[in-house]
């Protein structure tokens, strides 16, 4: 986030190369030509033999992660905290949890990345702190504390019922009744993380503050946790009523806050930030708003149509997944925010399944599909965000029984499904081995070494077994190497500008195999051609151009490119 200029991506990068020398040339964001790597410290590298992953852990990679040519660094929550939804449930926003390491060390972790020319940006989780956060323990001790209204207190409804029917995401109403006071708080999440009420000025300030903080020390920007939900929509918030879960969250005070904030934490300074909100269940008309440089409120959000698109009654009931609605939604996307705005590009997170066993064959076709979706999602306009594991093409987990689970959603998910709704344990362990946030949490494999060189103790949660198949030692020595391809991918948008900021077209919307796009900018073309699928594809079409043996193949996942039928998961890069 630069405060200076307003222009849209496109618009800033058009000036500049037209600038005559005498003119001031105003280059486009750094975000539009960088890759970021997201690390959950948790899972990533254990420098201190504890079973858990560490700030040590992630210096230790540094290296790692600038020889695969990323830009910056999200990091998960590494804030004190209770851990009950690792780290999401913060205790202190101004320190590190000794579990991860201190604040000295998280300096010389910030002092290293800088050196090797990689940003850090955290983790920002302020629609809710941890129950145990000092705010909190304040804000419930009575009703007249001045911290009282820092979060959403609520007299019980009709017998002593929740004030509303709104649930939470995390299973179970969202309300919990505090018997201190007989009145109820509102927690969207787990009941360990209520809601600050965002409409107490003192809280913002209290926010911006800690904000200012972490940037006067060095760090690059933020994350923001589900932060469209800061701001309330009148039904769930106005008291005893018989709302029931009304949808989103969000409030229409929203963006007020969003630009207050950057008023008060990034106006005033210098220097390349990024900021990318969260966002569940916005509209691409939404996302104009938010993303509009010209409107100050963020740089880019992650949104959920995509992800969303192969959920039926809830999160753990996955539907068969359909190419044409995903590339016709991503495209709508590249589409909404072509003039105004800018997207993030993801298929996973540490929330979501591994993209290679959601998406592709995470067995047969491992390489090739992981690489499938590398070269299309990173020809997408847009500032890609890869998650730890992907690089290596890591699969989903399937442990044969819930014990072997830690997440705090999939944990209250089984035990509501199988105690409350009688639903076999079979098939509600079904559902978390397909959409469980756990796949993506499984420690990183290194190595074949015990525990994959994630750690020299037992880990918090069992690493993958498929380990001494699937790691980095190994990927990097193979002659189809899964990092190696990303690496290609990450230079590739580095140095090509109609990779970073070229017109997205999307050809054949309706075809069930074929994902092909292109892109366009200042008469240079790139064509993508991938068959997303497990059987051969001869790829016809008027819009197929003449020339196509004749083009450059800038990059592809088959050796030997010259036939014309593309083969199982074939992905292929062109350029005119
Ligand atoms: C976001 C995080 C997720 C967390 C939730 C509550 O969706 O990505 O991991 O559980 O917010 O903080």
Known sequence: M??????TPAESAESAENARPDQPSVAAPWWTTAVVYQVYPRSFADSDGDGVGDLGGVRAKLGYLAELGVDAIWLSPVYPSPQHDNG???RDYQDI???FGSL???DL???EAHELGLKIVMDLVVNHTSDEHPWFVESRSSLDNPKRDWYWWRQPGADGAEPNGWGSAFSGPAWTLDPTTDEYYLHLFAKQQPD?????????QAVYTMMNWWLDRGVDGFRMDVINFIAKQPELVSGPQAATDGGSPMGAQIHDYLQEMHRAVFAGRTGEHLTVGEMPGVSIDDAVLFTDAARAEVDMIFQFEHVSLDQGAHKFDPLPRRLPPLKQSLARWQDGLAETGWNSLYLNNHDQPRLVSRFGNDDEFRYESATLWALVLHLHRGTPYIYQGEEIGMTNVRFESIEHYRDIESLNHYREAVEQFDQSPASVLAGVHAMGRDNARTPMQWDDSAHAGFSTATPWLAVNPNYPRINVAADRDAPRSVFAFY???IALRHADPVVALGDFELIEPDHEQLYAFTRSRNGQMLLVL???????LTVQGEWLPDDISGAELVLGNYRGDGSAALRPWDARLYRF
């Open 2 to 7: 630069t405060s200076v200029d307003s222009r």
């Open 97 to 99: 949890d000794p579990v």
């Open 104 to 106: 000295a060390e998280f």
């Open 530 to 536: 991938a068959n997303a699928s497990d059987e051969p």
């Open 487 to 489: 690496q290609r991918l």
């Open 109 to 111: 972790l910030l002092a």
């Open 88 to 90: 999401y449930d913060i």
């Open 196 to 204: 600050l009420n965002w409409e107490n000025p003192e809280v913002r």
